[in-house]
């Protein structure tokens, strides 16, 4: 699991991320729990295993928000090695979309 910290509050962080997602060519949905849960979801084919990915958000405060990147790979012999810089990837693009990300992420 790899965490993102960003300077943006909840309601946008899930609507950003779920269109995020769908850009990756993933099929994304929400389940509002105490917080929300996006589920994403791309099918493999003839080179590609497919893959689930699950963003959990929860608001640290007003303006930052807290996502969790589990990812996880279907069909494969269990290496967590892809899985984390699967998790790194989609972390790395998530502070490439959202610009004022806040620069508390080191360590994390």
Same mark, same amino acid.
């Given at each position: 699991?790899?965490?993102? =910290? /960003? @300077?943006?509050? /909840?309601? $946008?962080?899930t609507v950003q991320l779920q269109? =995020?997602?769908?850009?990756? @060519?993933?099929?994304t949905s929400i389940?509002?729990?105490?917080?929300p849960v996006i #589920?994403?979801?791309? +099918?493999g084919n003839w080179f590609r295993h497919a893959r689930q990915v699950v963003l959990s /958000?929860?608001? $640290?405060?007003? +303006?930052? #928000?807290? &996502? *969790?990147v589990t990812a996880i790979l279907h069909d494969e012999p269990q290496t967590n090695l892809e899985e984390e810089v699967m998790e790194?990837?989609? &972390?790395? *693009?998530?502070?490439?979309d959202f610009p004022d990300?806040?620069?508390?992420r080191d360590g994390i």
């Open positions: 699991m790899e965490t993102a =910290l /960003l @300077g943006c509050a /909840l309601p $946008l962080v269109k =995020l997602m769908n850009r990756k @060519g993933y099929q389940s509002e729990e105490p917080y #589920t994403a979801y791309r +099918e /958000l929860s608001p $640290l405060n007003e +303006e930052v #928000t807290r &996502v *969790d790194e990837k989609i &972390v790395s *693009d998530i502070y490439r990300a806040t620069n508390a």
